[in-house]
């Protein structure tokens, strides 16, 4: 599974303190490697792990690897040194992290746990209880078409309301339409719980991907520390979150008083945590954010403002600047910025000296305070609220105009009567046709030939 900081707790914890309170101290931080493909692997065989692997830990070092490495470079050879720092530690210090073949420990059953029937409140749960349609979710499609007539005809009670309420629905305009539906039309004709609806409305889109739309240029911080100032250019026009969530911590002062708590001369430098320790910080929205990988932005060149993580999609607060090319880093950090002056502090910051074991300075470097100069985020808010006002002025300017024109009376737009009863609209009376003029001039159509007499008459003549 995946896991931004993996740790563990020693099997004999339980035997030695019995019931007393764990604490963080008692748990051990586990380094696991992975390999190219982000798959957690052991550092000397290079087998991936899987559900059948049998996991080992050494406790001192907290470096994992798999039981067939122990066992043949450590165990055998009765030489019990971490095969990756080198440091001693004793046969007891292994913690087994899976073994395939204790199949005791698959058994759901023998779980302290199971067998007191403990659980951990959960306040998102205890709050969700509060609220009448929790208890209704394991309810069978016809107890929840009852509950549905009973909501048409007795609207009164509230909490029969309470678990008949729709969704939301969210306001769009011509900046947030999708060019999808909400799919609420076909929903209504297949559900018998859903009130029908025959009006096709479009779906909206998150706010922060339409604001990211309108980002089309880079943020410039500049970082005041005690060996000078680093000026950073952000690339926020092709990796908005990371550059947002850099742009509002360093206005809101979290970034201000904390140190560089890890510097590796010839790669690295890592500082955004406020603790100083490696383990905190958290991003400007509180939780971690999703990496953002662009084939154009390489950790190539001196310099290279990156995020650290500990792991896929785990970005907060922390962030590292290279001292050199790091390509291998692609695909792993998400490169947001890169610096574009005070590179003599940038020298001054590698020259300190850091403890090979921990990689700490040992002299404090130390972040004063950061000012933002560009942020392109306020720009993109503001040219969003003008359009979304200039939308709302032609919408009223438009209204005005139909309501100005002035309406026909019924008089007007009802038809003429001729008569009262059937046919009452029919004119019956014919119209008289107005004789042609005569012509002053000379006609041109011959003169037709009187005809004469036909027949025998009387024979009177005769």
């Known amino acids: 599974m ?4 993996p740790v563990c707790l020693d099997a004999a914890w339980m035997t030695w303190q019995g019931n007393v309170k764990l604490e963080a101290k008692s748990l051990i931080k586990l380094n696991i490697a992975k390999n190219n493909e982000g798959k957690f692997h052991c550092p000397v065989l290079y087998n991936v792990f899987t559900n059948n692997s ?6 001192k070092t907290g470096n994992v690897f798999s039981y067939e490495a122990v066992e043949q470079l450590n165990v055998k050879t009765k030489s019990y ?16 992290l899976q073994d395939p073949t204790n199949l005791d420990k698959f058994n759901v059953s023998n779980f302290f746990h199971v067998k007191n029937n403990l659980k951990v409140p959960d306040p998102d ?30 609207k009164g009670d509230e909490m029969l309301a309470a678990t008949m309420k729709e969704p939301a629905t969210k306001k769009t305009d011509k900046l947030n339409a999708a060019h999808y539906s909400t799919g609420r039309v076909s929903a209504s004709f297949t559900s018998t719980a859903m009130a029908p609806t025959t009006t096709h409305e479009a779906d909206a889109i998150e706010d922060d991907t339409v604001r ?30 990371a550059g947002e969530n850099f742009i509002k911590l360093c206005k809101k002062g979290y970034y201000d008083g904390t140190i560089f708590h890890r510097s590796i001369r010839n790669f690295m430098i890592q500082g955004g945590d406020p603790t100083g320790t490696g383990t905190g910080g958290e991003s400007h929205w509180g939780k971690p954010f999703k990496d953002e990988f662009r084939p154009n932005l390489s950790h190539t060149g001196r310099g290279v403002l990156s995020m650290a993580n500990s792991g896929p999609n785990c970005n907060k607060s922390q962030f590292f600047i290279t001292f050199r090319s790091c390509p291998y880093l692609d695909r792993k950090h998400t490169v947001f910025g890169r610096v574009v002056g005070g590179f003599e502090a940038l020298t001054a910051m590698e ?13 404090e470097i130390k972040l004063l305070s950061a000012t933002v100069f560009v942020d392109p985020y306020e720009e993109a808010d503001a040219q969003i609220a003008a359009e979304r ?54 006609s041109t159509s011959a003169v037709k030939k009187p005809k004469g007499k036909t027949g025998f008459g009387d024979f009177s003549s005769w």
């Open 389 to 442: 006002e200039k939308t709302l002025r032609e919408q009223e300017e438009e209204r005005a105009r139909t309501s100005a024109e002035r309406p026909k009376t019924d008089a007007e737009q009802a038809p003429k009567t001729y008569r009262p009863g059937v046919g009452k609209y029919i004119n019956v009376v014919p119209k008289k046709r107005s004789a042609p003029e005569v012509e002053s001039g000379p």
């Open 81 to 96: 040194k971490d095969l990756l720092t080198d440091e001693p530690f004793s046969r007891s210090d292994i913690i087994t």
């Open 212 to 241: 990211y739309q309108y980002v089309k240029k880079k943020g410039y911080v500049r970082l005041h520390t005690n060996k000078g100032d680093i000026n950073l250019e952000l690339y926020c026009d092709k990796v908005p979150i």
């Open 54 to 59: 049998h996991i080992v830990a050494n406790m």
């Open 2 to 5: 995946p896991c931004c900081e």
């Open 351 to 363: 020259n300190i000296e850091s403890d090979p074991k921990t990689d700490r300075p040992k002299s």
């Open 125 to 154: 749960e205890e709050k969700a209880r509060l609220d009448p349609s929790y208890h209704l979710k394991s309810t069978n499609m016809e107890t929840r078409e009852t509950l549905a007539e009973l909501y048409k005809d007795f």
